[in-house]
């Protein structure tokens, strides 16, 4: 068996590629690109997408790590190419570019990104160098790391799915569906919304803040159905899985928040209507009836689905832009507007 499972990424929005390195993946673990290349597609679709989308054509080329369809049990090393390479290799390349060449510095930073505090951390005179590395682009990588890790899990019968509750304020009604029914929907659904009510008034609001110039955020919901009692532990704070699983969704770019189960609404009730009361049948053993926990107690997986939901923001580029503050001259300015989606959420689900 392999050790720890655990990865890096590395590259730039606008750079010749994204890559990854992932270790603790053990030996004779059966893995192809056409596994991880389905979830690259996926991330692409959703209604609110902007123009990147249209020129990317997101594939893996795996690059250590894998021999005749098999894990070796060394590190894998993912590659994929960015196609927008060709329009920057002037502005984004490792050599210093002829004069004129390159597209002009970036010094308006956008409320809301990481631009203003990152220039500041790192000393940068050019926004580019900090809005490159910390664009949300870089979760192509993790999407393909990702893609290895659900291979790895479907061999212990834990399957990943997810979908989206909430949009700009519209927001999934009560579906009292199977989770493979929700997920069959979701996967239908040009905004990832397995209700249909819902799904009009998600893309009737996306539209509405398109013609505005505005951007929307919203919420999604990821769920690990088959999971055994027993993964994460109690035992020191680090190995509590709920911790790690927060820190893994606050991560993700644009991310505000999370919750587990039925997460910040536990305490706006009395404890009688809130923990899932424990039961036992010769058949399934121990059960519950309800699963307000998500699947957690105490750090630990308590063998019902573990159900996640993060809240994304909206995105921080907007056509219409708010007020700001030249880096270099130190007037107030209008923010830079770079390429974006207007909604991204159904994509930070995958």
Partial sequence: ?????????????????????????????????????????????????????????????????????????????????????????????????????????????RPGHADLAGAMKYGHRDIRNVLERSSARETTARVAVAGVAKRLLAEFGITILSHVTEIGGARIGELGIAWDELARRAEGSEVRCADPAAEAAMIAAIDDAKAKGDTLGGVFEVVAVGCPVGLGSYVQWDRRLDGRLAQAFCSIQAIKGCEFGMGFETARRPGSRVHDEI??????????????????????????????????????????????VDLATKEAVEAVVERSDVCAVPAAGI
């Fill in 1 to 109: 068996m392999g050790g720890v499972f655990r990865f890096l990424t590395a590259g730039e929005s606008h750079g010749e590629a994204l890559v990854a390195v992932i270790d603790g993946v053990p030996a004779g673990l059966p893995l192809t690109e056409a596994d991880i290349n389905g979830d690259l597609a996926r991330r692409q679709r959703g209604y609110g997408r902007g123009g990147r989308m249209k020129i990317e054509r997101d594939q893996v080329h795996v690059l250590s790590g894998v021999r005749w369809g098999a894990t070796l049990g060394s590190p894998i090393t993912l590659s994929i190419a960015n196609r927008d390479w060709e329009n920057w290799k002037a502005t984004m390349g490792v050599a210093v570019p002829e004069a004129g060449t390159a597209k002009k510095e970036v010094t308006r930073p």
């Fill in 279 to 324: 039961l036992f049948d010769a058949s399934h053993g121990f059960n519950r009836s309800t699963n307000n926990a998500g699947g957690l107690e105490g750090g630990v997986t308590n063998g019902q689905a573990v159900v996640v939901r993060a809240a994304m923001k909206p995105l921080s580029t907007l056509r219409t832009p708010l007020k700001s």
